[in-house]
């Protein structure tokens, strides 16, 4: 190896003309003390190899060769070492030649041995037969126990000696950050430098002495486990915990930050105190005053919450606490009460009662024509309901803003209910008929009595209340499906909201308590949507969604409490379970009328034969329920839909629709 440790290229030296191999060149003539000359040993064989020849020889071999007595040329191919002899003496003169095979690149005579094979024989470059060219060279700085002790070193500390003379320290980077930057300190300072930056370094490589083993706390290894779950899954635990987990770090922030400070009793700040004095005298000139101003703010929340869908909507409330027209009603009988005392509201003597949901009670037909008209409201008629078990009387809801309730038996308008500035949307008995709720465009829901048409409450959110529905159980807690996506359960006595339910994206079109007369309630949305809740639970149990769905503005429970039918704006009438799964019945639709874009009411016989319906054109359809077939229709409405109808819940065949041109028939 030290023939060929500076193996190198030159080409300043080149100068042979012959292609032989020359092992002994021409003889020397040496002088010894200025005698005669004296001839130098006989010149040895010479080999011929069947080798391509080298284009250049290195100077540091011809040196080499020339203090051997050689003369090696720029076209040899192979290489001649001399061995002293072996007689007594051993003069240099002496001995023979012995021819080299191996002819390595210098490539691999350039590559450096380290590692375990640097100690190893085995592992290593093998001797050839001759001389000791290409084995490997045994590296006395760092052998196979040292790399073994650094390797293990380096897994459990992260640091280690390099396998190199200078006992450089490598460190095992954190996601390439480190590494990097202990690179670059490396490059710039050096080891001495790095090792005043990285304490934990110092000493590694000068003491050899192994570091003392580091235990790992299981607490930072569980807090290491948390950061990590939070980045891949957030602050939300309702993926730890489901939909009964804690509020996450985001609710918990927003409810933080909906108490301002000002509010919390911070002491504020002389810029926001500066801020603050010029909005008070930005307001003093223009003429309003504090309540002005938070009526003004007031109005930009509600425009936020309702910006996709603003334009649709009546004008928002003005003032902070915004106030309801005065209420007023008519009576238009001859008196309020009969000669035995009891109020216009009773059944007459001999009416007949049906309880709720029982279709053994009588049997139903599809009624044949029109029998009367009840006219009196201004504009449209929006809803029409009957009277609870007796269906003696009607109320109705007017796009005037006027309620009004008619007596079947005499097909005369009884009282009027004055209450709204603007279009009634739904209207609601109670469970015994005493009194009833109207929710108007106005953005009140207002509770009337509906014997002395007295207000008994008025209600707001300052959102557009879209259906009203009775809690089955209770007659002081009713809920209110909303424009901001919300359904609001509230108490008529306190008028205080004892439950919300959020998790619509579009506002809240229908509610349907179902199970039980009302321990499970059905919600369908403007999103495409149906939930299933729990009662006074916040949290669906179970969505209904597909992309096949349609929006379903109007929903009615079947007389058996087995199916609800909902009105569907692709132009059919979808049925689903109404307990257990939910699930869609696929085989039992209802189709032929035209409703896309009308929230038409439908309407099912008490005894569960026969199911109707309005239509976007003003007719009126009649479907047969088991077999899903089209029985009949009529033209019931001009100017508009038939958006509504009832069926009498005593009268086997009597049917009452109403429409937007103001007129309410009846049908039998």
């Not at 020889?57 to 007595?69: D, S, V, W």
């Not at 001759?130 to 293990?152: I, L, S």
């Not at 003032?319 to 009988?333: L, N």
């Amino acid at each position: 190896m030290d023939l060929l440790g500076n193996y190198g290229s030159s080409s300043d030296e080149e100068g042979g003309d012959s292609s032989r191999v020359a092992a002994g060149a021409a003889p020397k003539q040496t002088s010894s003390g200025g005698g005669a000359p004296t001839a130098a040993p006989a010149p040895a064989p010479i080999l011929r190899l069947n080798a391509a020849p080298v284009p250049s020889m290195p100077a540091a071999m011809r040196a080499k060769a020339r203090r051997l007595g050689q003369h090696p040329t720029a076209t040899s191919t192979a290489l001649t070492l001399h061995q002293p002899s072996r007689n007594t003496g051993g003069s240099a003169g002496s001995g023979s030649n012995q021819l080299l095979m191996n002819n390595p690149l210098k490539s691999v005579l350039h590559a450096p041995i380290q590692g375990p094979a640097a100690g190893d024989p085995d592992s290593g470059a093998k001797p050839q037969s001759r001389g000791d060219v290409g084995a490997a060279v045994h590296n006395d700085a760092f052998d196979e126990a040292t790399f073994e002790e650094e390797r293990k070193r380096f897994q459990r500390t992260g640091t280690a000696m390099a396998p190199t003379a200078t006992g450089e320290v490598v460190s095992r980077g954190t996601w390439g950050h480190d590494r990097k930057r202990y690179a670059d300190d490396h490059a710039n300072s050096g080891p001495q430098g790095q090792g005043a930056q990285y304490p934990q370094h110092q000493g590694a490589a000068t003491d050899g002495l192994e570091q003392p083993k580091r235990k790992r706390d299981r607490r930072s290894k569980k807090s290491e486990d948390a950061k990590l779950k939070e980045l891949v899954e957030g602050s939300d635990d309702e993926a730890t915990y489901g939909i009964w987990g804690p509020p996450s770090a985001e609710e918990r922030a927003m409810k933080d930050n909906q108490i301002s400070d000002l509010a919390r009793g911070v002491e504020l700040s002389e810029e926001q105190l500066a801020e603050r004095a010029h909005v008070a005298e930005r307001d003093r000139r223009r003429g309003m005053n504090a309540d002005d101003a938070e009526a003004d703010e007031a109005q930009k929340f509600d425009r936020l919450v309702e910006r996709k869908m603003s334009h649709l909507l009546p004008p928002r409330m003005e003032g902070e606490e915004p106030q309801a027209v005065e209420p007023s009603t008519i009576f238009h009988g001859e008196s309020e009460l009969d000669y035995r005392g009891r109020s216009w509201t009773a059944p007459p003597a001999g009416t007949d009662s049906a309880e709720p949901n029982d279709v053994e009670d009588h049997q139903c037909f599809v009624p044949k024509k029109c029998t009367g008209r009840l006219t009196g409201h201004n504009k449209g008629v929006h809803r029409i309901r009957f009277f609870p078990r007796t269906g003696h009387l009607l109320l109705s809801a007017g796009l005037e803003g006027k309620c009004k309730v008619w007596s079947i038996p005499q097909r005369k308008v009884m009282r009027t209910y004055i209450g709204h500035s603007a279009a009634v949307r739904d209207v609601q008995f109670s469970n015994d008929g005493s009194t009833f709720l109207s929710a108007s465009f106005d953005r009140f829901v207002r509770l009337w009595n509906t014997a002395t048409g007295e207000v008994l409450g008025t209600y707001t959110n300052r959102r557009v209340p879209y259906v009203v529905k009775f809690y089955p159980h209770d007659n002081n807690t009713f809920v209110v499906g909303c424009s901001d996506n919300k359904i609001v359960a509230y108490d008529s006595k306190t008028g205080e909201i004892t439950q919300e339910y959020n998790h619509h994206l579009a506002p809240v079109n229908t509610i349907t308590f179902v199970e039980d007369h009302g321990t499970k309630m059905v919600t369908s949305s403007d999103d495409k949507k149906v939930l299933v809740w729990e009662w006074d639970i916040g949290v669906p149990i179970k969505y209904i969604s597909d992309p096949t769905m349609h929006s379903i503005p109007v929903v009615t429970l079947h007389p058996t409490l087995q199916y609800w039918a909902g009105q569907s704006l692709d132009n059919q009438i979808v049925v689903y379970q109404a307990k257990d799964r939910f699930a869609l019945q696929r085989k039992k639709k209802f189709t032929g009328h035209t409703v896309a874009g009308y929230a038409c009411d439908i309407t099912i016989s008490p005894d569960g034969r026969f199911l109707a319906s309005g239509d976007g054109d003003g007719k009126v359809y009649f479907w047969d329920w088991r077999r899903s077939k089209l029985l009949q229709k009529y033209r019931a409405h001009d100017n508009g839909p038939t958006i509504a109808c009832a069926w009498h819940p005593v009268d086997p065949t009597m049917i009452v629709t109403c429409g937007w041109d103001g007129i309410i028939k009846i049908w039998e």
